[in-house]
């Protein structure tokens, strides 16, 4: 290490203080073993002593320094103990000791962020891109590298600000509505903090949920990121104004309308430049990349909202390792950013397979013990009469709500009409609702790409 960066990256005045406390202040111990780990101490002899310590206090808090001594003899350690239990420390500063400390951890994590990234370029194992991309992943995990407050004032003071919040607003949901009322009566709405997984079929109507979803996203101005794994850009875009405006997706995608419904469509277009919904078609975005992209826009953007379609198309996940890392991950990113993110998911094609009982299970999922485990919140979506569907049933789709951790389950019976990708319950307030989209509501958003 640079000797001028030696000063900012460690204090041992600090490390030494802080072991003192813990020698000679039994009721800080609880406080100063939750806020730092062994890795925090630059000097290896502080390290081990700390996590002696640590290992002593586990089943005896209150250890004396006789116990500590032998612990650290049979360690090679006793030598520094006679130091550290002499050593001036001020109680008063004990916070802005460990802040001090925490930040000249992360300091050093920076440092050497920096030297891998350099010693990657030289080496060129990977591609700029991936290694361009790590490199900006560990930066952005240091942001997040704080520990949580598990003191109860602070969970008191986090339930009286949500309950404040919960009292001025107008709905009735815990989480962000998809623009299907029933079903965020059912569900409690798409909730932050945790993955959502959307499942079904081949061409069931998973990409159209999550295009009606981001919808309801832009009417309700909530920063969404949608990633496409599938389709590109200009067709999400697409069926976003078929939904929006009612005019059949062919229609739109022919170009085959009328003077009246292009200057609806311009309208449209210019009021969704404004928007805080982004979009991003890359069939190689891999899961380094994605959670790299959630941070960055969650930082700059300040997205609440991840819409991923879908899942089975991220590169590199074809084991059950590769799917648990995966569905893992996005679930505590969802939790660290306290963002909800929704991943469509492809069914199993066993459900073909079934005899009688056609409705979809958790078992169904692909790699199901991974997804059914970290999802918050999992909906099913199916025809019952697929294999020999009647004329008047054709646009009857079913949500199985069959996993809501903060909600209900459930069965609702949705309508999908494919000629403008509009997803909805069929009652009447329901299709005010978008009503209203395709025309003044649009009007207001703060818009879009």
């Not at 494919?418 to 329901?430: A, C, L």
Request: proline letters at 3%; hydrophobic letters at 40%; aromatic letters at 8%.
């Amino acid at each position: 290490m640079p000797k001028f960066l030696e000063s900012s990256q460690f204090s041992l005045a600090i490390e030494e203080a802080i072991l003192a406390v813990l020698i000679n202040q039994p009721s800080y111990r609880g406080l100063i073993f939750y806020k730092l780990v062994e890795q925090h101490f630059f000097d290896p002899q502080h390290s081990k002593i700390f996590a002696k310590m640590q290992e002593i206090y586990n089943p005896n808090p209150n250890f004396d320094l006789p116990i500590l001594c032998d612990r650290l003899e049979e360690a090679n350690l006793i030598n520094r103990i006679n130091l550290l239990k002499i050593t001036q420390y001020n109680l008063n500063n004990l916070d802005n000791y460990l802040n001090e400390l925490h930040i000249k951890y992360l300091l050093r994590k920076s440092y050497s962020a920096a030297q891998n990234f350099c010693r990657e370029i030289d080496e060129q194992k990977n591609s700029n891109i991936d290694i361009v991309s790590s490199l900006a992943n560990d930066l952005l995990s240091l942001v997040y590298d704080q520990k949580i407050n598990i003191n109860i004032e602070s969970a008191i003071q986090e339930f009286k600000d949500i309950f404040a919040k919960r009292k001025t607003e107008t709905t009735s949901l815990i989480g962000y509505s998809t623009g299907i009322k029933k079903l965020d009566i059912l569900t409690n709405g798409i909730k932050s903090g945790e993955l959502t997984i959307i499942g079904g079929q081949t061409s069931v109507g998973k990409s159209a949920f999550g295009v009606n979803t981001a919808v309801s996203n832009i009417v309700n101005k909530f920063p969404t990121l949608f990633l496409s794994l599938e389709m590109k850009k200009v067709d999400i875009l697409q069926r976003i104004i078929s939904i929006i405006s009612e005019i059949p997706l062919t229609s739109i995608q022919l170009a085959k309308i009328g003077p009246q419904q292009e200057t609806q469509i311009n309208r449209i277009l210019e009021n969704l430049k404004n928007d805080n919904t982004f979009f991003l078609d890359d069939s190689l975005l891999n899961l380094q990349k994605i959670i790299s992209l959630i941070r960055t826009c969650h930082i700059r953007n300040k997205i609440k909202s991840v819409i991923i379609d879908y899942i089975q198309f991220v590169p590199n996940t074809q084991s059950l390792d590769d799917y648990i890392k995966l569905t893992r991950s996005l679930s505590q990113l969802a939790k660290e950013l306290d963002i909800s993110i929704m991943a469509m998911s492809q069914l199993s094609r066993y459900i073909e397979r079934r005899e009688e009982d056609y409705r979809p299970r958790l078992s169904d999922l692909r790699q199901s013990g991974s997804i059914e485990e970290d999802a918050g919140t999992v909906i099913l979506l199916h025809y019952p009469f697929r294999r020999n569907l009647r004329k008047e049933e054709e646009s009857d789709l079913w949500a199985i709500v069959a996993k809501n951790r903060r909600g209900s389950t459930g069965e609702i019976k949705l309508k999908f009409d494919k000629s403008i990708q509009r997803i909805t319950d069929g009652s009447i307030s329901n299709k005010n609702i978008f009503a209203e989209l395709s025309h003044e509501a649009i009007l207001q958003p703060q818009g879009i790409i």
